[in-house]
């Protein structure tokens, strides 16, 4: 019975969010693995249904601020990169200059995700506000997993195939 209600509150769910987007997701991949972990946060918070009605259009709403924060830090380092790109220098201060306003844009990013935290104690109790912390870290190590053992049948060729520049 309780797997009946999870699913039913995860086909709501998924439709709300389908529904109350104004954009079309990126991609269909993008658009899989959020209905994924979606799937996933129902599941590892084990939300009611009261709980996603609220939960989910909130997370949506947090979602695009911080996509719109990394916009703003690409817009930062494009000019850079396109300098580079054309064989050109960069200045100190021009390097100094985007790299400041990038991380300042970084803090920013973890002051809201703080906050998105803890204004959500009105809907999760402290054991949930703990999982959903943690859940975006696990969740991208568990993708970045799942496309390394994809990528070939063999252990010895498993791993990123671009170069690794860092």
């Known amino acids: 019975m309780r797997t009946i209600a999870r699913g039913l509150i995860m086909i709501m769910i998924a439709a709300t969010i389908v529904k109350a987007q104004e954009t079309p997701p990126r991609s269909d991949r993008a658009g899989k693995m959020e209905m994924m972990a979606i799937w996933r946060l129902t599941d590892d918070l084990q939300l009611t249904e009261k709980q996603a009605e609220i939960f989910f259009p909130r997370l949506r709403k947090h979602r695009e601020k911080m996509r719109e924060i990394e916009k703003q830090q690409q817009e930062i380092m494009q000019p850079l990169l396109a300098k580079i790109d054309k064989g050109k220098e960069i200045t100190k201060r021009e390097f100094e200059s985007a790299l400041k306003a990038n991380t300042d844009l970084s803090k920013k990013k973890i002051v809201m995700k703080a906050e998105f935290l803890l204004s959500m ?16 870290e696990q969740f991208k190590k568990e993708i ?3 496309m ?4 070939s049948p063999y252990p010895e060729y498993r791993g990123p195939k671009r170069r690794n520049i860092w």
Do not use: G, H, T, W
């Open 121 to 136: 104690e009105d809907i999760l109790s402290p054991v949930q506000q703990v999982k959903l912390a943690v859940f975006q």
């Open 144 to 146: 970045i997993k799942r």
């Open 148 to 151: 390394k053992d994809y990528r």
